[in-house]
């Protein structure tokens, strides 16, 4: 018994006696483009802090290994937030439901954890630690996504399927050696696309729709050449190829369609060990389009014409359906017409 009270006794001393993590009260040290400044800001401080009821807000000089949830509850009023330079590994985004812009670029992100349902409009996770971004898919409302200078090495397109007022979308210097197409994917708002320095050996963009996709950059990969001439890229202004590895004979194919569109390209190879065309270097040994491989591309694309065939036969049935209907209603309607009149002209 003297035991337990003792146990007791010691059980409250520390609870009430312990020092705990004290809150702090942060304010604005600066601002830098609108944005309100904070620093010095700890991983163990965080969620017991307050911070200004700011819209736009900077966090400098700190060390957050994990910022998420419990993070983004301290800052309820944020619209705009940069945290560059704070070492985070892990970013989760939830509770940030008044977020539109998040720069969080020079960091070590390797984890992603994203809540469906955000406004989010403007992503920045450049020059990170990326091998999978596919948890971005919920982020629908996305107009700019920089993902550039990360270690992704195979991407799936269909993860940015929902975005559908995507306008940049930025996948350079990364380790890009396929983008996988698994179905037609459309995104009617996209202008802007770099897959520039990355490793790409081949490229199929037969399924992908963007009619408003103005600039596209494919130099510095390993491409020896595409599955199509670019014809689904109707706004197509300006497409730069520059140091790959083009065939000569598509290269040459390539080039009339480009100048038939008036499409440009700004860049040339300052250096060619093959055949210098139209500025653009390209081999007479080049790899060219293996036979099978443009089978399967070409019915993948058959497939989709015909579930985009068997979609508008749907219509066209359900609208047939739809008059037949109406014109059985307007029959039976003129039938009982038809017997009022009789009805009356008898009364008469």
């Avoid at 970013?91 to 940030?96: F, I, T, W």
């Avoid at 439901?97 to 955000?118: M, Q, R």
Wanted: aromatic share 8%.
């Amino acid at each position: 018994m003297k035991l337990l009270q003792k146990l007791l006794i010691t059980m409250v001393y520390l609870a009430t006696f312990q020092p705990g993590i004290p809150a702090t009260s942060y304010n604005c040290t600066d601002h830098f483009k609108n944005y309100c400044v904070i620093e010095n800001v700890t991983a163990e401080t965080f969620p017991t802090s307050t911070f200004p009821e700011e819209k736009s807000l900077l966090i400098q000089n700190s060390t957050i290994p994990a910022f998420g949830e419990e993070q983004f509850l301290q800052l309820p009023t944020v619209e705009n937030l940069m945290i560059h330079h704070l070492k985070i590994e892990q970013l989760q985004l939830a509770a940030c439901n008044l977020l539109s812009t998040l720069f969080a670029s020079y960091n070590h992100i390797s984890e992603l954890d994203v809540a469906e349902g955000l406004a989010l409009r403007n992503l920045h996770l450049y020059q990170n630690l990326l091998r999978n971004v596919s948890a971005l898919r919920v982020l629908t409302e996305l107009e700019q996504l920089y993902l550039n200078d990360n270690l992704l090495e195979v991407l799936d397109i269909d993860t940015f399927a929902g975005m559908k007022n995507l306008k940049i979308l930025t996948l350079h210097r990364n380790l890009l050696t396929a983008i996988d197409t698994k179905q037609a994917v459309n995104l009617p708002s996209l202008e802007s696309l770099f897959l520039q320095h990355n490793q790409l050996t081949y490229l199929d963009t037969g399924l992908w729709k963007m009619p408003a996709l103005k600039k596209l950059d494919l130099s510095s990969n390993e491409l020896g050449f595409l599955f199509t001439f670019l014809e689904e890229f109707p706004a197509l202004r300006t497409l730069e190829l520059h140091d790959n590895k083009w065939n000569c004979a598509w290269l040459g194919k390539m080039v009339e369609r480009l100048e038939s569109r008036e499409i440009q390209h700004s860049q040339m190879d300052a250096t060619c060990d093959g055949v210098l065309f139209s500025s653009v270097c390209c081999l007479t040994d080049g790899a060219a389009p293996d036979p099978m491989m443009l089978l399967i591309s070409r019915t993948a694309i058959v497939d989709d014409l015909h579930d985009q065939l068997g979609n508008q036969q749907r219509k066209v049935d359900d609208l047939e359906e739809s008059q037949r209907k109406q014109t059985h209603s307007y029959k039976e309607m003129q039938r009982k017409i038809d017997q009022l009149d009789a009805l009356c002209r008898g009364e008469l």
